[in-house]
């Protein structure tokens, strides 16, 4: 490990790259769970979740 490494935080203020990741950690999640329910591994529409080997059988 690199004994400047600390000096990152000198240049980027650490509340605001936490933030920045959370936020993209919402957006992410989101995304993913609107892609998934769009799909055929939708699980609120019959309240039965698909298996990947139901899907790959189609």
Do not use: C, E
Request: proline content about 3%.
């Amino acid at each position: 490990m690199n004994a400047n490494l600390y000096k990152i935080w000198l240049i980027l203020d650490p509340r605001r790259v936490l933030v920045s990741i959370v936020a993209f950690q919402i957006v992410l999640g989101l995304l993913i769970h609107m892609i998934v329910l769009s799909t055929d591994l939708n699980w609120l529409d019959d309240n039965i979740p698909v298996s990947y080997q139901a899907l790959g059988k189609k």
